[in-house]
């Protein structure tokens, strides 16, 4: 597949949120899920004269998302390690820009440092012994 198949396959994925927007309820049906990526094949088979199979469909855009995500992921482990704005990472993969509609529907998981965590659970226990001790 090369790439303006590709990113004709992006474009017509982009038209069906029902894949991408978790919280979406037509997400969770997967009867228009697999109606939308049969629309998506139908249309790319028309536009670009190459055949293509739902599986092979989504092994593509499931491969464009992990490698989406895994520049996203460069992205805040360069900003977390303190770099300045010039060493932050920028991607230079030819699709970058294109996937960004998904940012929205990507689920940024907020981590707590298991220092907070401990700091946290020590000022509990300390107060429960400060009120054992007054009595």
């Not at 994925?13 to 109606?35: A, F, G, M, W």
């Not at 699709?95 to 907070?116: C, H, N, V, W």
């Amino acid at each position: 597949m090369d790439r303006d198949n590709v990113r004709t396959l992006l474009l017509l994925y982009q038209q069906h949120p029902c894949l991408y927007i978790v919280k979406s309820v037509d997400y969770h049906n997967r009867i228009k899920r697999e109606k939308a990526l049969q629309i998506i094949c139908n249309q790319y088979t028309e536009i670009t004269k190459e055949p293509i199979t739902i599986e092979i469909a989504k092994k593509k855009i499931n491969n464009l998302r992990s490698q989406y995500l895994d520049y996203l992921n460069k992205i805040k482990q360069s900003k977390a390690s303190g770099a300045s704005a010039d060493e932050i990472y920028r991607p230079t993969w030819w699709l970058y820009e294109d996937m960004k509609f998904l940012d929205p529907y990507i689920a940024q998981r907020k981590g707590e440092s298991s220092i907070t965590e401990r700091v946290s659970r020590n000022k509990k226990i300390l107060e429960s012994y400060k009120n054992i001790i007054i009595r």
